[in-house]
């Protein structure tokens, strides 16, 4: 079977072409169903988020994974596998085996550029590893995070190309598509479509996509046994928001009660005992840039150990509903026979919840960190993880869970953004359980190990397109052979400039920029970036640089960095985050263009990126409603979440708006009197006294049919986002609350939204206060 050219080439028709079927010499083959060759594995690839290398007991952490354990005693343990130092970039690595710039993906989707290497665009050139999969016979399906979709195709309406179930190759998808969910109350698709979930006290995301999982599995078996599967489970667990039932951080009630320093070091040497590290690894220094744990102050160490504690539960929590997907396989009796990747993490510990941890962590990404007072955070210290918090730890604690590494997520320099504990389990490939692998490898092998696993060759063609090789190298050769010599051993990094080069054991690194600075941060020229020079086949932990000894060998490197560099689309290097949000400046497309945007009812789960942009200027909210006798209650429309955002709304029959500041302070207009019964137009004006500031504030004047009936003064705004994961909904509220007035799952309008107009600059202005309903149609529509 010619499986280079995918799909697999139909076989032309042979044989004599009879007139009736019922002929003695009329015969055609059976239909033969494409399958992969036989032996070919099961296959799980779990892809947890946001999880240091010092984090998992299964490589020496603090927070209990026996799931890891146990696939690690049965399986290998790898302890020099990498990734890219940040999630969407790992994510398009690890499902086509290229570099992250090759695939587009030099940084996240939100800040994609116009440049090869950072627009965020899969070229067709290099087919998901889903996608062989499945056209070789493979059922596939994706559990999960989602975050390779270009922000500008995440609406409802698609383009779907880059979807899961579009062009990523997976048959069936249950997840979110962003960088991050609340766990209590996600923003989720089945497929393409929005799927509401149980709002009720209990629910829990990582609960929900494992039960998805599970049975998913359980009908692939029952009805197609013969044929193995593909399933991609990837958690937003632990990715901020750290949200965990409290029993489980419960469990850890005092454990981190001398804080992160003295948590490196008992987590650098269970690492020497469990032999993940070698007996002659030093433990880096903490930089001057974390504080020390006693350097903190006393009254904000109880909540700073209650976010460790939180975290430590949540990574426990997800461990063990990954242990129920594997004791599903137990059960169907197909876990020998199951492939299992179980990479723990995307890349290093994040440091972006400030140096005092944050119970939002969205007002860290407005630059309005400094809103969360250690009073504030004290207040809600029995709040973290639940409902009503969106919360990040500190800085030393995702330090503490790089052990015993430098550095963090995104700085792609050093092995505490990029090395990653990854446990390999299959039992009918490896002959001998329990054991560490040392060879270096990269997110960018486990696609080609899968297709060697699997016996199938790299495709030549796929849709007709030319593929271009694949730049990752099978890890196949070290599944049996623990001294078998690296073949992975070249490989550059970057990462908003911090960058990095490994060859042959050495490693020539410099750090750019500070990741918990996320805007405004004075860096230097990258010509003015100092480089370090480690040699890691004796100093494992990047310890001890010797740049100044031997800078011929730091030249030797530089350059080969430069020619990596060059050959996978890396440059130009790009650190200006600011200039690569604003999509008119970064040269990415955006849906919403214009001053007028109209939705209709009972749209919903639209992005901030499918939304007109109201922040910074005067807008306007116009909403054509019917008020039934009984009189109304619910929302008009919404947008964002409880821990920022507005919502236009009935409440006691009243119309009434409210602007969420960050979760910490909601301002408020209402009506005098309750809304009448029958058709109306309600219109809320926003005057924006901010000027050319960001996050001023503003007075929001209500109108019914044009008359003025009420009024209030917002006196701050968020300047560049209300929520990662809610989105906009027409008709009802549909993640967490935006309003205290209401709770999620009881938003519903009792009315009739018909639809709302979003207007911004000069249509925002209307004469007497009212908008024409067919012309506010016509201008939006002028658009397309």
Same mark, same amino acid.
């Given at each position: ?7 697999i ?73 990498h ?38 665009i899969? &070229? ?21 995070k989602?975050? #390779?979709?270009?922000?500008? #195709? ?18 069936? *998808? ?46 692939q ?7 193995? *599967?593909?399933v ?49 690894c ?14 903190? &102050? ?7 150990r ?9 990574? /426990? ?8 997907l594997?004791?599903s ?49 004290? #207040?809600?210290? /029995? ?20 052990t ?15 090395r ?16 560490m ?23 030549? *063609? ?63 020229s ?62 990415? &497309? $955006? ?6 945007? $109209? ?8 992005? /901030? ?103 209030g003064?917002?006196?701050a ?30 938003t519903?309008?009792?009315?009739? $939204?018909k ?30």
């Open positions: 079977m010619q499986r280079t050219h995918l799909p080439p139909a076989e032309p028709r042979q044989g004599l072409i009879t007139f009736d079927a019922k002929d003695p010499d009329t015969s055609y083959p059976p239909i033969q169903p494409v399958l992969p060759p036989d032996g070919a594995p099961n296959v799980l690839v779990v892809l947890l988020d946001d999880v240091g290398f010092g984090a998992s007991s299964a490589f020496g952490g603090p927070c209990r994974t026996p799931t890891a354990e146990r696939l690690a005693d049965d399986g290998l343990r790898y302890n020099r596998f990734t890219t130092a940040l999630c969407s970039p790992t994510r398009q690595a690890l499902l086509t085996g290229r570099n992250h710039h090759s695939v587009g993906m030099g940084g996240i989707t939100e800040i994609a550029t116009g440049a090869p290497g950072y627009n965020s899969l &070229p067709n050139t290099m087919s998901p590893i889903a996608r062989t999969l499945k056209l070789n016979g493979y059922n596939t399906a994706q559990f999960g989602c975050h #390779e979709v270009p922000v500008w #195709e995440t609406s409802p309406v698609g383009p779907f190309d880059a979807w899961p179930t579009g062009g990523g190759g997976f048959e069936y *998808f249950y997840g979110f598509v962003g960088g991050e969910a609340n766990q209590w109350y996600p923003t989720l698709f089945e497929g393409t479509n929005p799927v509401e979930v149980d709002q009720t006290p209990g629910y829990h995301l990582m609960e929900d996509m494992t039960d998805k999982a599970i049975g998913w599995i359980g009908r078996k029952a009805l197609a046994p013969d044929r193995p *599967f593909f991609y489970f990837a958690p937003g667990a632990t990715h901020a928001p750290h949200h965990v039932p409290a029993e489980w951080a419960d469990r850890y009630r005092g454990e981190f009660d001398d804080g992160w320093d003295s948590l490196r070091e008992r987590t650098f040497a269970r690492q020497k005992e469990l032999g993940v590290i070698p007996p002659e030093e433990l880096t220094p903490r930089h001057a840039e974390i504080p020390a744990w006693d350097e903190m &102050p006393e009254d904000l160490k109880p909540v700073l209650r976010q460790m504690e939180v975290y430590a539960g949540f990574l /426990e929590y997800t461990d063990h509903h990954v242990g129920r594997v004791e396989l137990q059960q169907l009796g197909v876990l020998d026979d199951t492939l299992i990747y179980y990479i723990v993490g995307d890349n290093g510990a994040s440091a972006e919840g400030t140096i005092n941890g944050t119970y939002n962590e969205m007002l860290n990404f407005n630059g309005m960190a400094a809103l969360e007072t250690p009073e504030f955070l004290a #207040e809600h210290l /029995e709040d973290f993880g639940g409902p009503d918090s969106y919360n990040h730890y500190a800085v030393g604690w995702a330090h503490a869970m790089d015993p590494y430098q550095w963090t997520k995104q700085v792609a320099s050093h092995w505490g953004g990029t990653n504990g990854t446990v390999v389990h299959w039992p009918a490939g490896i002959e001998s359980g329990g054991e692998r040392w060879q270096f490898h990269h997110v960018i092998d486990v696609a080609p190990t899968l297709l060697e696993a699997a016996g199938l060759p790299e495709p030549l *063609f796929v849709n007709g397109v030319q593929q271009s090789p694949i730049e990752g190298t099978s890890m196949l050769y070290s599944f049996n052979d623990a001294t078998a010599p690296d073949r992975h051993e070249t490989q550059y990094f970057e990462m908003f400039g911090n960058r990095g080069i490994y060859h042959k054991g050495w490693t020539a690194v410099t750090r750019h920029k500070t990741p918990w600075l996320l805007i405004g941060e004075d860096v230097p990258f010509d003015d970036d100092v480089w370090e020079l480690y040699d890691t086949t004796t100093d494992w932990s990047q310890a001890r640089d010797l740049a100044r000894e031997m800078p011929d060998k730091l030249h030797e490197l530089q350059r080969l960095w430069l020619i990596e560099a060059t050959r996978y689309n890396v440059l130009p290097l790009d650190d200006d985050l600011a200039r690569r949000m604003n999509p008119d400046v970064a040269g990415r &497309p $955006v849906l919403v263009r214009g001053n007028t945007q $109209v939705l209709f009812g009972g749209m919903g789960h639209l992005s /901030e990126h499918s939304v007109l942009n109201m922040k910074n200027r005067s807008h306007s909210v116009t909403a054509e409603i019917v008020v039934p006798e009984s009189g109304v209650q619910g929302v008009i429309i919404a947008q964002g979440a409880n821990i920022g955002g507005w919502s236009l709304y009935a409440h006691e029959g009243k119309l009434k708006y409210c602007y969420n500041l960050g979760g910490i302070r909601h301002f408020y207009a209402q009506s005098a009197d309750p809304l009448p019964a029958g058709d109306h137009q309600v219109r809320m004006e926003f005057d924006y006294h901010g000027g050319d500031t960001p996050g001023g504030g503003g007075t929001v004047t209500l109108y019914v049919d044009g008359k003025q009936v009420g009024s003064e917002v006196e705004t968020l300047p560049i986002i209300f929520s990662a994961d809610d989105g906009c909904d027409v008709g009802l509220d549909s993640g967490s609350a935006v309003s205290p007035d209401y709770r999620a799952g009881a519903r309008f009792t009315g009739r $939204v639809g709302v107009q979003l207007a911004i600059a000069d249509a925002a202005v209307a004469d007497n206060h009212l908008v024409s309903p067919q012309e506010a149609l016509r201008v939006a529509m002028a658009r397309q």
